[in-house]
């Protein structure tokens, strides 16, 4: 695949000025991967739910009576979320995911396979 990939994790985005500087600077076709996206803080999951649905960026200028409402227009990307905690993820983010993988772990015969192969491509016996 010739696109770009981006790739963070849950924790590291704590606010939603974070995830809104890695969305709005996304090339057009990105891979945006997160992983531990069950880690993601529930007030930054919600700005995410705009970008996933209709690649927009709602923000909030000023505060109080004064404030006003943006509509940013996004690229648009793909994003891949990845978890071990499958049951933290929360009902909204996860309905919003057009396809959803549970991936099992190797079994030992799997396993050898994979390491003979790449023994055989060092050059290793």
Do not use: C, W
């Amino acid at each position: 695949m010739e696109v770009p990939l981006r790739a963070t994790s849950g924790p590291v985005i704590e606010r939603q000025g974070d995830l809104a500087a890695i969305l709005t600077n996304l090339e057009p076709g990105t891979i945006f991967f997160i992983d531990e996206i069950h880690r993601l803080n529930r007030v930054v999951e919600e700005v995410l739910y705009g970008a996933m649905e209709d690649f927009t960026l709602d923000i909030i200028i000023g505060e109080g009576p004064g404030a006003r409402t943006v509509k940013i227009d996004l690229p648009h990307f793909t994003l891949v979320g990845a978890t071990t905690r499958a049951g933290l993820l929360t009902s909204p983010l996860r309905e919003r995911f057009g396809i959803q993988f549970r991936l099992n772990f190797y079994d030992p015969e799997e396993l050898k396979t994979i390491i003979l192969r790449a023994a055989s491509l060092l050059g290793m016996k």
